[in-house]
């Protein structure tokens, strides 16, 4: 007698399998041209199609925010240094992300600051107190 369970294991195995098995070479890559072309047409031509509005947050919550930051401040700062200073301060203010480090009590030293707009994430400013 065939075993029900079986059969759907095995099939979903074959299925979760081949579904991971993707490489780059079944996968259609445009080209460094066609990326400098979008580039220059993008810069060219602003009215082209585009969620930067300038108007709308593209970057709606703190954790967006944070994953936003910390590459940024780890390439700067060093990966350690600042996890060093979590758990962060998070505050949404007039479309800006302001993000800064903490110290744990008694600790005397800075810590980072970074200003994100929240509608094309452009950096305002970063720095680190002494």
């Not at 369970?5 to 041209?33: M, V």
């Not at 060093?84 to 800006?96: A, I, L, S, T, W």
Request: aromatic letters at 10%; proline letters at 2%.
């Amino acid at each position: 007698m065939i075993n029900i369970k079986a059969i759907y294991f095995l099939t979903l195995l074959t299925f979760t399998l081949t579904a991971c098995g993707q490489t780059k070479g079944d996968r259609t890559i445009l080209g460094k041209e066609f990326a400098e072309q979008e580039l220059k047409s993008s810069l060219a031509d602003k009215s082209k199609h585009n969620v930067i509005d300038n108007k709308t947050a593209i970057i709606k919550d703190s954790l967006t925010a944070i994953n936003v930051a910390e590459p940024i401040l780890f390439s700067i700062y060093g990966k350690d240094n600042i996890t060093k200073q979590r758990p962060y301060e998070v505050y949404f203010k007039d479309n800006y992300w302001l993000i800064t480090g903490t110290l744990p009590s008694g600790w005397k030293g800075g810590t980072f600051l970074i200003i994100i707009d929240s509608r094309d994430c452009k950096v305002i400013r970063i720095s680190h107190g002494k």
